[in-house]
Nanobody, 123 residues
Framework: VQLQASGGGLVQAGGSLRLSCAASGRTFSSYAMGWFRQAPGKEREFVAAISGSGGVTTYADSVKGRFIISRDNAKNTVYLQMNSLKPEDTAVYYC?????????????????WGQGTLVTVSS
């Protein structure tokens, strides 16, 4: 599975961005997908994940109520809608695929990773 993330950029606090992650392969719906982020000097952390069917989602407490993860299996794409952005959301955002349809918030269970897209939120 190859993943290509896009949609990052510079936005003011309170603004919105939508990240996309396009995946290769014909079995996209059999993979749970996750979004993770890594801020400068910090470890990579979980943001959100979605099941293979899209019916189950899970979020980090820090983004719950502000971010929405979704997927379009017909387009082999997963999205992260980010609203009410804060300066502390500034990070490189990575999409990842887990070869099981159940979403979990654990970095090490995801086998495939995209290249990352930078999100910068100015105050």
């Amino acid at each position: 599975v190859q993943l290509q993330a896009s949609g990052g950029g510079l936005v003011q606090a309170g603004g919105s961005l939508r990240l996309s992650c396009a995946a290769s392969g014909r079995t996209f719906s059999s993979y749970a997908m996750g979004w993770f982020r890594q801020a400068p000097g910090k470890e990579r952390e979980f943001v959100a994940a979605i099941s293979g069917s899209g019916g189950v989602t899970t979020y980090a407490d820090s983004v719950k109520g502000r971010f929405i993860i979704s997927r379009d299996n017909a387009k082999n794409t997963v999205y992260l809608q980010m609203n009410s952005l804060k300066p502390e959301d500034t990070a490189v955002y990575y999409c990842a695929a887990r070869p099981l349809p159940i979403p979990v918030p654990t970095t090490r269970t995801y086998d495939y990773w995209g290249q990352g897209t930078l999100v910068t939120v100015s105050s």
